[in-house]
Nanobody, 126 residues
Framework: QVQLVESGGGLVQPGGSLRLSCAAT????????MGWFRQPPEKGREFVAG????????DYADSVKDRFIIYRDNTKSMVYLQMNSLKPEDSAVYYC???????????????????WGQGTQVTVSS
């Protein structure tokens, strides 16, 4: 059973940066699409970014394009989300996700991902 553990969240000022990490343990993940979702207070979970098994393709929500970068290191079973130029509206619990089924494109719906981490809180505030 694969477990996903996020880290790197915290409090940051607007305009600052954070890097989230996701460690996958319990099984190989190098052949699976992975990604990040977030859930702001009192809202549903929303797609942030996704990456294919070899990193050859990435996709981003419009709200984070040109500010966030997703990448992975399959030798370490790690996925990262570099977040730059953070805004207060980026405040949310961020979840690492994994999809086991083959997909032609990176899914953006939460129910397309079967494995979720516990989440890490990101707060952007002055």
């Amino acid at each position: 059973q694969v477990q996903l553990v996020e880290s790197g969240g915290g409090l940051v000022q607007p305009g600052g940066s954070l890097r989230l990490s996701c460690a996958a343990t319990g099984g190989p993940v190098s052949t699976f699409t992975m990604g990040w979702f977030r859930q702001p207070p009192e809202k549903g979970r929303e797609f942030v970014a996704g990456i294919t098994w070899n990193g050859g393709r990435t996709d981003y929500a419009d709200s984070v394009k040109d500010r966030f970068i997703i990448y992975r290191d399959n030798t370490k079973s790690m996925v990262y989300l570099q977040m730059n130029s953070l805004k207060p509206e980026d405040s949310a619990v961020y979840y690492c996700v994994l999809r086991r089924r083959l997909a032609l494109a990176i899914p953006i719906l939460a129910n397309e991902y079967g494995d979720w981490g516990q989440g890490t809180q990101v707060t952007v505030s002055s």
